[in-house]
């Protein structure tokens, strides 16, 4: 059993080996556009359709990125993997001529090269010690997978690296 004062050192080694999907964040704020990348993100409810992230409480770009009141939540692929880790980058220019993304009718920032994306309204902002946990409801999006095949991997984050995970391997059905 893990004493009390060794409960940060476990909790770091279990979630290191602990494979996270991969998500980034995209939204207008006051300054401008802002995108991170995020390894937070879960689904809450299928109808109506809701998901949750947190974001640390020492990110200038979480700080911002919570004064929206919208979220472009796009899923990268592997090949996707160049652009999941400039948004995870602090300091990095993320929107520009080197990047394709355009604007959406309704504000927010979306990359193009990632077919599969959400717009959300963000609905309920729960501080913490840490870090903020944020609830959206999607209001619109695609998902390319439900009209295409997996031509990429999906990009998860593992021990402190970025892996694609193949289809080889999966098996169907409902977690237990």
Not at 75 to 99: I, K, N, T, V, W
């Given at each position: 059993?893990?004493?009390?004062?060794?409960?940060?050192?476990?909790?770091?080694?279990?979630?290191?080996?602990?494979?996270?999907?991969?998500a980034i964040l995209?939204?207008?704020?006051?300054?401008?556009?802002?995108?991170?990348?995020?390894?937070?993100?879960?689904?809450?409810?299928?109808?109506?359709?809701?998901?949750?992230?947190?974001?640390?409480?020492?990110?200038?770009?979480?700080?911002?990125?919570?004064?929206?009141?919208?979220?472009?939540?796009?899923?990268?692929?592997?090949?996707?993997?160049?652009?999941?880790?400039?948004?995870a980058q602090p300091?990095?220019?993320?929107?520009?001529?080197?990047?394709?993304?355009?604007?959406?009718?309704?504000?927010?920032?979306?990359?193009?090269?990632?077919?599969?994306?959400?717009?959300?309204?963000?609905?309920?902002?729960?501080?913490?010690?840490?870090?903020?946990?944020?609830?959206?409801?999607?209001?619109?999006?695609?998902?390319?997978?439900?009209?295409?095949?997996?031509?990429?991997?999906?990009?998860?984050?593992?021990?402190?690296?970025?892996?694609?995970?193949?289809?080889?391997?999966?098996?169907?059905?409902?977690?237990?």
């Amino acid at each position: 059993m893990t004493d009390i004062s060794d409960m940060a050192d476990a909790f770091r080694t279990a979630f290191r080996n602990h494979p996270a999907g991969v998500a980034i964040l995209t939204a207008t704020t006051e300054t401008g556009p802002v995108a991170m990348t995020v390894s937070s993100l879960i689904s809450v409810s299928a109808a109506p359709p809701v998901i949750a992230f947190s974001l640390s409480n020492q990110s200038a770009t979480a700080a911002a990125l919570l004064t929206a009141q919208t979220v472009v939540i796009h899923f990268p692929r592997y090949e996707d993997l160049d652009l999941a880790s400039l948004c995870a980058q602090p300091g990095q220019a993320r929107f520009g001529a080197d990047h394709d993304w355009e604007t959406l009718p309704t504000g927010e920032p979306r990359y193009r090269q990632i077919g599969t994306w959400f717009r959300g309204e963000i609905q309920t902002r729960l501080p913490l010690e840490a870090a903020t946990l944020v609830t959206a409801q999607l209001l619109e999006g695609a998902c390319a997978a439900a009209t295409t095949p997996h031509s990429s991997e999906t990009l998860v984050y593992l021990d402190r690296r970025w892996r694609g995970l193949g289809q080889e391997g999966r098996k169907t059905g409902s977690p237990p």
